[in-house]
C-alpha cells in the first residue's frame, strides 16, 4: 500500500513539474480594461500593441498576448466570469492594466470592483524585491500619497497609474491667502468670504461646468470610505446623510441665477485634456472663454476640497498590478517598470486622454512642468508659475482611493435623490441615503 501511494505521489510530482514548466513557457498574458471612447484614434488594444514594441526594443519579453475585457454587455460579463474562474483556479493573466470603476463609464462591472479588498484577499503579487532592481520607473519619484492607496504590510501590490483631484482656480492677485493642509470641509462650508464654499459647492455660474464634469464629489469630503481589512465603513449613517443634506443645500443655495459675489473662478476635474496648463490653447484661438478671463500664465491660487478630517483626496483612476498566480514575474515587473517609466507617462499613447490619463494626472512628480510636459495630441503643462501652485496643493493630498464599487453606490444615491425630487417620489432622501449605506454595508462583505 505505501509502495503504490509513494508511486502515486511520485507520478502527482513529475505531472506537476512538467505543468509548471508548460505554464512557465506558455505566453505572458496582460489583461487590459481600459477607458475607451469610439471616437479615439486608438483603440485600446492598438495603443497597447504600440507600447509592447517599446518593451520589445528595450529587451523585454517578446512572447505577451493582450486579454482585452470587451467594452460592456454580455461579451464583457462573460470575459469577467471567464477570468475570474481562471484566477480562482490559481491561473490567469500575468499582469493587470485597469481602469477603475468610477459609475460613469461604459463598464458595467469591474473585474476588481474594490482593488483594496482583493488586495487583502491575496490576488497580487509584492513588487517590492523587483522594484529594488527597477531599470525605468524611478519609483521613489512617483506620488507617495498615491502609492501608499496600493501598499499594505505585505508590501507595493498595486501600482496607481494616474489620479484625479478636483480644483477650483482664482487669481492668485484676488485671493493671495491660500488655505493649508490642516483646512477640513466643515471650515469651507463656514468661509465668510465664500471662497472656500464656492470649491466646496462645484455648482454655479462663474465655474467651468460641462455637463459631464458636474458632480457631488461625495467622496472627497467624506475622506477614507472603510476599513478593508475589517470590513467596515469609516463613516456613520448619520454622518452620511449630513454630507448629503449639506451638499443639497449648497446646490439650492449656489445656482445659475443666484451666483455667489466671490472673485472670478473655474472648476476642473484636471485632467491633461484641460486647456489651462499650455501657453496656447485652442479654446482661445477658437474665440471660448470657459475660464473666464483667467489666462493659462496668470498666477492662480488653487483650491481643492478638503475632507471631514482635513486634507485632501484623491480618487485613483487606473491602477496595474501583478498577479499572485504568475510563473513570469521578472517578465511581468519588466513590463510594470516600463509602463511607469518617464518617458511612457510623458510620450507613449497609452497615457493619452482617451485611456490611462482620461480626465486625470500621471503619478511622476515632475511632470506637468514646463520642463518636463506631457505629450499626448498636444503638449501639457501648468503655466507660468503655477506648477509651483500645484505641487503645494499636491503636498496637501493625505489619502488616496481607487475609485470603485463604493464610490458607485455614493453616485448612484445622488441620482436617485435626484430623481426622487424630479418625480414626486415618495421615497425620502432619509430613505435613500439609509438604503445605500446598507448596500455599501453588504458589498463590504462580499
Given at each position: 500500500m505505501k509502495k503504490t501511494l509513494c508511486i502515486v505521489l511520485a507520478v502527482l510530482m513529475i505531472v506537476g513539474l512538467f505543468s509548471g514548466c508548460a505554464r512557465e513557457k506558455e505566453p505572458l498574458r496582460i489583461c487590459v480594461d481600459l477607458d475607451y471612447v469610439s471616437w479615439s484614434q486608438y483603440h485600446a488594444a492598438d495603443a497597447m500593441k504600440i507600447f509592447l514594441s517599446r518593451v520589445k526594443d528595450l529587451g523585454g519579453p517578446e512572447d505577451v498576448v493582450l486579454d482585452v475585457i470587451p467594452e460592456s454587455g454580455v461579451e464583457r460579463d462573460t470575459a469577467i466570469t471567464r477570468l475570474r474562474t481562471e484566477i480562482m483556479a490559481g491561473e490567469g493573466p500575468d499582469l493587470f492594466i485597469m481602469a477603475c470603476d468610477d459609475g460613469t463609464s461604459w463598464k458595467a462591472e469591474a473585474l476588481f470592483p474594490i482593488p483594496e479588498k482583493a488586495m487583502e484577499n491575496g490576488m497580487f503579487l509584492s513588487l517590492d524585491p523587483y522594484i529594488e532592481d527597477e531599470k525605468?520607473?524611478?519609483?521613489?519619484?512617483?506620488?507617495?500619497?498615491?502609492?501608499?492607496?496600493?501598499?499594505?504590510?505585505?508590501?507595493?501590490?498595486?501600482?496607481?497609474?494616474?489620479?484625479?483631484?478636483?480644483?477650483?482656480?482664482?487669481?492668485?492677485?484676488?485671493?493671495?491667502?491660500k488655505p493649508g493642509v490642516e483646512t477640513a470641509w466643515q471650515e469651507m462650508l463656514e468661509d465668510k468670504t465664500d471662497v472656500l464654499t464656492a470649491a466646496a459647492s462645484w455648482y454655479h455660474t462663474k465655474a467651468l461646468t460641462l455637463e459631464s464634469e458636474q458632480d457631488d464629489h461625495i467622496e472627497y469630503a467624506l475622506g477614507e470610505l472603510a476599513d478593508y481589512e475589517n470590513e467596515e465603513l469609516l463613516f456613520t449613517e448619520e454622518e452620511l446623510l449630513q454630507r448629503v443634506r449639506e451638499i443639497l443645500e449648497l446646490k439650492k443655495q449656489w445656482t445659475p441665477d443666484m451666483p455667489p459675489d466671490v472673485p472670478v473662478h473655474y472648476?476642473?476635474?484636471?485632467?491633461?485634456?484641460?486647456?489651462?496648463?499650455?501657453?496656447?490653447?485652442?479654446?482661445?484661438?477658437?474665440?471660448?472663454?470657459?475660464?473666464?478671463?483667467?489666462?493659462?500664465?496668470?498666477?492662480?491660487?488653487?483650491?481643492?476640497?478638503?475632507?471631514?478630517?482635513?486634507?485632501?483626496?484623491?480618487?485613483?483612476?487606473?491602477?496595474?498590478?501583478?498577479?499572485?498566480?504568475t510563473r513570469r514575474p521578472e517578465d511581468a515587473f519588466f513590463i510594470l517598470d516600463v509602463l511607469m517609466g518617464m518617458d511612457s507617462q510623458q510620450y507613449s499613447d497609452l497615457y493619452g486622454d482617451w485611456f490611462l490619463m482620461r480626465n486625470s494626472l500621471p503619478m511622476h512628480t515632475d511632470l506637468l512642468s514646463a520642463e518636463y510636459p506631457t505629450r499626448h495630441m498636444g503638449t501639457w503643462y501648468f503655466a507660468g508659475d503655477n506648477f509651483e501652485e500645484f505641487c503645494r496643493v499636491r503636498d496637501q493630498i493625505t489619502y488616496a482611493s481607487f475609485s470603485g464599487a463604493l464610490h458607485v453606490m455614493l453616485k448612484e444615491m445622488f441620482w436617485m435623490i435626484d430623481l426622487a425630487e424630479w418625480d414626486e417620489s415618495s421615497q425620502t432622501t432619509e430613505e435613500i441615503v439609509s438604503e445605500y449605506y446598507r448596500k455599501m454595508e453588504q458589498i463590504l462583505k462580499e
Amino acid at each position: 500500500m505505501k509502495k503504490t501511494l509513494c508511486i502515486v505521489l511520485a507520478v502527482l510530482m513529475i505531472v506537476g513539474l512538467f505543468s509548471g514548466c508548460a505554464r512557465e513557457k506558455e505566453p505572458l498574458r496582460i489583461c487590459v480594461d481600459l477607458d475607451y471612447v469610439s471616437w479615439s484614434q486608438y483603440h485600446a488594444a492598438d495603443a497597447m500593441k504600440i507600447f509592447l514594441s517599446r518593451v520589445k526594443d528595450l529587451g523585454g519579453p517578446e512572447d505577451v498576448v493582450l486579454d482585452v475585457i470587451p467594452e460592456s454587455g454580455v461579451e464583457r460579463d462573460t470575459a469577467i466570469t471567464r477570468l475570474r474562474t481562471e484566477i480562482m483556479a490559481g491561473e490567469g493573466p500575468d499582469l493587470f492594466i485597469m481602469a477603475c470603476d468610477d459609475g460613469t463609464s461604459w463598464k458595467a462591472e469591474a473585474l476588481f470592483p474594490i482593488p483594496e479588498k482583493a488586495m487583502e484577499n491575496g490576488m497580487f503579487l509584492s513588487l517590492d524585491p523587483y522594484i529594488e532592481d527597477e531599470k525605468f520607473a524611478q519609483w521613489d519619484k512617483l506620488m507617495p500619497q498615491v502609492m501608499a492607496a496600493g501598499r499594505d504590510e505585505y508590501g507595493q501590490q498595486i501600482v496607481p497609474i494616474a489620479y484625479a483631484i478636483p480644483l477650483t482656480f482664482y487669481l492668485e492677485s484676488d485671493v493671495p491667502e491660500k488655505p493649508g493642509v490642516e483646512t477640513a470641509w466643515q471650515e469651507m462650508l463656514e468661509d465668510k468670504t465664500d471662497v472656500l464654499t464656492a470649491a466646496a459647492s462645484w455648482y454655479h455660474t462663474k465655474a467651468l461646468t460641462l455637463e459631464s464634469e458636474q458632480d457631488d464629489h461625495i467622496e472627497y469630503a467624506l475622506g477614507e470610505l472603510a476599513d478593508y481589512e475589517n470590513e467596515e465603513l469609516l463613516f456613520t449613517e448619520e454622518e452620511l446623510l449630513q454630507r448629503v443634506r449639506e451638499i443639497l443645500e449648497l446646490k439650492k443655495q449656489w445656482t445659475p441665477d443666484m451666483p455667489p459675489d466671490v472673485p472670478v473662478h473655474y472648476q476642473t476635474r484636471v485632467g491633461i485634456s484641460y486647456d489651462g496648463f499650455g501657453s496656447y490653447s485652442q479654446t482661445y484661438a477658437d474665440n471660448v472663454d470657459p475660464f473666464n478671463g483667467i489666462r493659462p500664465e496668470d498666477p492662480k491660487t488653487m483650491i481643492p476640497i478638503y475632507s471631514d478630517d482635513g486634507g485632501t483626496t484623491v480618487t485613483i483612476t487606473h491602477f496595474a498590478a501583478i498577479s499572485s498566480n504568475t510563473r513570469r514575474p521578472e517578465d511581468a515587473f519588466f513590463i510594470l517598470d516600463v509602463l511607469m517609466g518617464m518617458d511612457s507617462q510623458q510620450y507613449s499613447d497609452l497615457y493619452g486622454d482617451w485611456f490611462l490619463m482620461r480626465n486625470s494626472l500621471p503619478m511622476h512628480t515632475d511632470l506637468l512642468s514646463a520642463e518636463y510636459p506631457t505629450r499626448h495630441m498636444g503638449t501639457w503643462y501648468f503655466a507660468g508659475d503655477n506648477f509651483e501652485e500645484f505641487c503645494r496643493v499636491r503636498d496637501q493630498i493625505t489619502y488616496a482611493s481607487f475609485s470603485g464599487a463604493l464610490h458607485v453606490m455614493l453616485k448612484e444615491m445622488f441620482w436617485m435623490i435626484d430623481l426622487a425630487e424630479w418625480d414626486e417620489s415618495s421615497q425620502t432622501t432619509e430613505e435613500i441615503v439609509s438604503e445605500y449605506y446598507r448596500k455599501m454595508e453588504q458589498i463590504l462583505k462580499e
